[in-house]
């Protein structure tokens, strides 16, 4: 009996408007299930820290000058080492936003931008790629949920998330310790402390495996970057294929129903 194929990509919530190559990964997914049917997966990887992650890159329509927008997040400890699942929006932050996206944009994606609400960063983002019909008849799968996570395989390579001076931040598991990367050779320390699987996700390099075990999938569509440091050697079960090209790809994708 033939398995029905298992469409899959990730990628972090990558902007407010999302960036065109994540656009195009949903689209070479839809493309391979027209061929062979299946359903489509989006590993949303929320569990990131990184607040580059979110930058939306807009022109602005009378220069064509790019600019880079992101999220306003309520503490400064948040924004640099609080996953993208916890990252809270400050209370002004759309309104302020809302005020300067004519300057770059006009139509219907304006009126979505204005009725999207969420408290986090990642919410807000998979809200917004939704209204836009970027999701419809995609499962999305977060690497935030407690419930993935207990059923994943154990990596060696992982983060943790734990409370950190009130909030809670992404630390890095390394010799038996928890550290925070501040930024080139500096890093905190955090004191010792007690940890469930359900605080854990991987890193880039065991990022694969672990989603692997909980999704399954036959076919995976890889972004260009990920060419670089994907081991599918680790999965010789499924099919790798990268995204189809689109042009100006770190750019925010700003149209509707792609």
């Not at 699987?197 to 075990?213: F, V, Y």
Request: aromatic share 10%.
């Amino acid at each position: 009996m033939s398995v029905e194929p298992t469409i899959a990509f990730g990628q972090q919530p990558c902007g407010f408007f999302p960036r065109r190559f994540l656009v195009a990964k949903v689209r070479t997914a839809r493309r391979l299930q027209a061929e062979m049917g299946g359903r489509i997966v989006f590993f949303c990887h929320d569990s990131d820290h990184d607040p580059r992650e979110t930058q939306t890159i807009l022109r602005r329509r009378t220069t064509g000058e790019a600019e880079k927008l992101n999220f306003a997040v309520v503490t400064k400890l948040q924004r640099k080492f609080s996953p993208l699942y916890v990252k809270r929006i400050t209370g002004d932050w759309q309104g302020k936003t809302l005020r300067r996206l004519p300057n770059y944009l006009d139509g219907e994606v304006i009126d979505l931008f204005r009725k999207t609400s969420a408290e986090t960063v990642a919410d807000f983002c998979l809200e917004m790629y939704r209204h836009m019909g970027l999701l419809d008849r995609i499962d999305v799968v977060r690497s935030s949920d407690p419930a993935l996570r207990r059923r994943a395989c154990d990596v060696s390579d992982y983060f943790v998330d734990v409370p950190y001076e009130g909030e809670i931040v992404r630390a890095r598991a390394q010799d038996g310790v928890l550290r925070l990367h501040k930024g080139g050779e500096s890093f905190i320390t955090l004191p010792a402390a007690a940890y469930a699987k359900e605080q854990i996700s991987p890193t880039r390099d065991t990022r694969l495996l672990w989603m692997q075990s909980v999704i399954g999938c036959t076919h995976y569509v890889t972004g260009a970057g990920e060419q670089a440091y994907l081991h599918q050697e680790e999965a010789p079960e499924i099919t790798f294929i990268r995204r189809d090209g689109i042009e100006n790809s770190d750019e925010a994708y700003t149209a509707l129903s792609p």
